[in-house]
């Protein structure tokens, strides 16, 4: 599958521990997102690479929240002293730059429980 | 910010029949408007999308129009198959950004054999 990757596709976690999820987007892709979804809601934007720059991050990304793209290829999202309220699916997508930078390829997620 | 209302939230046809799945956007600077399929457990995959330099776009049994005036989109589907039941979320870029989308809330479409 040369898609985008995420690992794991689960994870639960108690309540304070902190977590780290990755994700390895299509190669020739050097723009990266981080989505969220919850159930019953379509994803919501989290933060942006191009390369290895953050260029933005959303006000739902708490200072709890961190993402890297240190060479510019795969990615972290890490949380820390995780929350019930953090429970969701955590998507990243893909895409190229150019006039196709919008179509976004989505991985499959990792659904992240906090008990 | 962005907004994207979906209609309707859940949608049921008998296989043979056409659905329709109409979306909203506030935005007036969006010009990229993306529809997903997301299976059970699975990615959202892109199925169909329409710049705003067009009106409407066609991939075999699935279309998108586009009315910018009004400020709506929406996906027709013909001849469902059951292999078409799945959540579809339709999409636009926040300000007419070249990376950032707001989703709708996607509609449950269900393909009765």
């Known amino acids: 599958d040369t898609g985008v990757s995420q690992d794991p596709r689960h994870k639960i976690t108690k309540r304070g521990q902190n977590v780290t999820f990755r994700c390895d987007p299509i190669s020739e892709h050097n723009r990266l997102y981080w989505y969220r979804q919850t159930l019953g809601q379509g994803p919501e934007f989290l933060t942006y690479?191009?390369?290895?720059?953050?260029?933005?991050k959303s006000r739902l990304l708490s200072d709890r929240f961190s993402a890297e793209r240190p060479k510019g290829s795969f990615s972290t999202l890490e949380i820390q002293r995780t929350e019930q309220g953090d429970s969701a699916m955590y998507l990243c997508?893909?895409?190229?730059?150019?006039?196709?930078?919008?179509?976004?390829?989505f991985g499959q997620g990792t659904r992240l429980t906090v008990v | 910010g962005e907004n994207v209302e979906q209609h309707p939230s859940t949608l049921s046809v008998q296989e043979g029949d056409s659905a329709v799945i109409k979306c909203t956007y506030s935005?007036?600077?969006?010009?990229?408007f993306p529809w997903y399929k997301q299976e059970l457990g699975k990615r959202p995959q892109l199925i169909i999308d329409?710049?705003?330099?067009?009106g409407e776009k066609k991939d075999q049994r699935i279309a998108v129009t586009l009315n910018k005036t009004a400020k709506h989109f929406s996906l027709h589907i013909t001849e469902t198959q059951p292999e078409d039941s799945a959540v579809y979320f339709c999409?636009?870029?926040?300000?007419?950004?070249?990376?950032?989308?707001?989703f709708g809330k996607g509609t449950l479409l269900t393909v009765n054999p």
């Open positions: 997508a893909s895409s190229r730059d150019g006039p196709s930078s919008t179509e976004a390829f």
């Open positions: 690479f191009q390369n290895e720059a953050q260029l933005e």
């Open positions: 935005d007036s600077a969006s010009n990229y």
């Open positions: 329409i710049r705003s330099n067009v």
């Open positions: 999409a636009a870029n926040w300000k007419g950004s070249n990376y950032k989308l707001t």
